[in-house]
């Protein structure tokens, strides 16, 4: 009877391992719309900016590479100049002016959630990408 149990219960662990190496993705380039967008609210009742970014949430996993195109939404002449900004480990400040778009690249070594920002807009205008480890 411990023989049989033994036997399944490596055949359990083993059923696992062989799982996860085929699910196990190796490094590899996500690449990531992202659009300045903005909330509707009243500027009387809310002195805020009101500026954000769509998605604000990008998540990859330790070891990839990330292509962000980020696209300015608003129309040149009167739109508003936004920026990319992280600080360290994926230090980037990236300007983009109305209807303009730059693709920014990179690659992720260290897990944890890193802040994005527009340094033209804060507080409203940030986002975080988690770093899977």
Known sequence: MVTVILSVAAGLFAGYG?????????????????????VDL??????YI???FFPDHLTANRGDT?????INTESPPQG?????????????????NPGGNANIT???NLPGVFRYW???HEPTMRGYL???G
């Open 18 to 38: 062989i799982g996860y190496a085929f699910q196990y993705q190796g490094p590899t380039t996500r690449e990531y719309f992202l659009f300045n967008s903005s």
């Open 80 to 96: 508003d100049k936004h920026s990319f900004t992280m600080s360290s480990p994926y230090s980037t400040n990236i300007n983009v």
């Open 50 to 52: 009101h500026d954000t």
């Open 66 to 70: 990330i292509t962000i195109h980020y």
């Open 106 to 108: 990179f690659t992720v």
């Open 42 to 47: 009243n500027e009387s009742l809310y002195p």
């Open 118 to 120: 527009c340094v033209y």
């Open 130 to 132: 988690t770093v899977l």
